[in-house]
């Protein structure tokens, strides 16, 4: 969905200034006006999502339109530019109502991530308001672990991550696979910073510095990408990682963690501070072996009633099935995805996401249901309602799965 904007300032040299620095496929500039009494109209006749407009010392026109937009236009979120923001433009603006007040603009790429930002804040605001969204406000934190490599950790980390976005959720996703992360290949990235820079940093970190070292993607997703050289790994230490997710957890609302497959330290560190942990397992023995044991670690470090079980690549070509699973690894199922060779790699080769790139594909439409359940709250296998069960695949398994933990 795109966000339409519209553009008031008395001077148009401003409005073609501001227009120049709007480049994103994902905003529209649907109109502009110099004020008065046209500009009353076309935000009527427009109901543009945001509207931008210039503020100067002594523009009291502009503070009374922005106090009315307000008061009566409260889906039409606005922001001010001041030529420079000193603290008399800053209390004018907030003396209306107004607290999207910046100066202007020096990168279009900022000033587009800065529109979304605040249309995307300002929505779940109004929704919130008026009682359709769930009222959990408490940051979620989402490690995607497996005890094998190339299990589908990261494929489901990014697919998720992107998936939850697009809810209007504030997300997060912290590769911590520090030696061979490579979720910026998933998502067609090419970091300035790494975790690694950020780790660099002496004090504890707070999440404005935290951001400045994350990486945007268009779908509004924030990355903390894994360091560019797999030696920088052991420069990390835990309580880094410790002190960077629990700042993380202060303003987003899903911190999505992907993992390498071993446990060390970093991992572990990851796995105690969640909230939840996805535990990817497959339909092959030797996955199944190595997926008992990784379950008995998380039982012995007290975290395993945190632990979803999901099975991916999920075909029944061999001789082991769900039930087979669930007894082998003494644990119930809770969702399971497809197996696509074609969707997955062409995905990956993209470095689109097949959420977005392949939405009706079945892969995509089982790591929906996923996100769903992670967004509904629904996470415990007994209480997935008979639609999500069935969308599942998981009606077939004869007998009710009981959690025998
Ligand atoms: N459901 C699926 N169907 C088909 N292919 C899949 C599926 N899930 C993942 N893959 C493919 O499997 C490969 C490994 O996936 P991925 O990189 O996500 O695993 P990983 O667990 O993160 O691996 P590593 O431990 O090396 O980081 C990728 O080529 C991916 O496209
Ligand atoms: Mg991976």
């Known amino acids: 969905m795109k966000i339409n904007v519209l553009l008031i300032s008395k001077h148009s040299s401003n409005l073609a200034a501001i227009r120049g620095m709007i480049d994103d496929e994902d905003i529209a500039v649907i109109g502009q006006s110099s004020g008065g009494t046209d500009a009353l109209e076309r935000i009527d006749n427009l109901s543009p999502d945001i509207i931008i407009m210039t503020l100067g010392a002594g523009d009291n026109d502009v503070r009374s339109l922005t106090e009315r937009i307000i008061f009566n236009r409260p889906r039409s979120h606005v922001i001010l530019l001041a030529e420079y923001l000193d603290v008399d433009i800053l209390q004018s603006a907030l003396s209306v109502g107004a607290h999207n ?94 975790i690694f820079e950020l780790a660099q940093e002496l004090a504890s970190p707070n999440i404005d510095l935290i951001r400045s070292y994350m990486s945007v993607h268009s779908s509004g997703v924030h990355v903390l990408c894994a360091p560019k050289s797999p030696e920088y790994a052991e420069l990390i230490t835990p309580e880094k990682i410790q002190s960077i997710l629990s700042q993380l957890r202060t303003y987003y609302d899903y911190v999505i963690i992907d993992t390498s497959p071993s446990y060390n330290d970093v991992t572990i560190t990851a796995l105690e501070a969640s909230s939840t942990i996805l535990f990817l397992t497959g339909l092959d023995i030797s996955i199944l072996k190595n ?65 977005t790139g392949a939405p009706k594909s079945e892969l995509s439409q089982a790591v929906s249901t996923v996100a769903s359940m992670l967004l509904e709250g629904t996470e415990d296998v007994d209480t997935l309602s008979i639609k999500q069960r069935k969308k599942l695949g998981l009606m077939n398994n004869g007998r009710r799965q009981t959690n025998r933990r």
């Open 101 to 194: 007040v910046i100066e202007f603009p020096k990168s279009s790429k900022d000033f587009c991530e800065y529109i979304k930002t605040v249309y995307n804040n300002e929505s779940a605001r109004i929704e919130s308001l008026s009682g359709k969204q769930s009222l959990s406000w408490i940051s979620k934190v989402i490690t995607v672990y497996g005890a094998k490599g190339g299990i589908g950790k990261t494929t489901l980390a990014v697919n998720l991550a992107v998936k939850l976005a697009e809810s209007r959720k504030k997300v997060a996703l912290v590769d911590l696979d520090l030696q061979f992360g490579d979720a910026n290949v998933f998502l067609d990235i090419v970091p300035v910073d790494t």
């Open 291 to 355: 997926s008992k044991l990784s379950l008995n670690i998380l039982r012995s470090l007290q975290q395993v009633n945190k632990v979803k079980i999901i099975v991916n690549r999920a075909v029944s070509i061999g001789s082991i099935t769900l039930d087979d699973v669930q007894k082998l690894i003494d644990c119930p199922i809770w969702a399971k995805l497809p197996s696509d060779y074609k969707v997955a790699v062409t995905a990956l080769n993209r470095g689109v996401p097949f959420v």
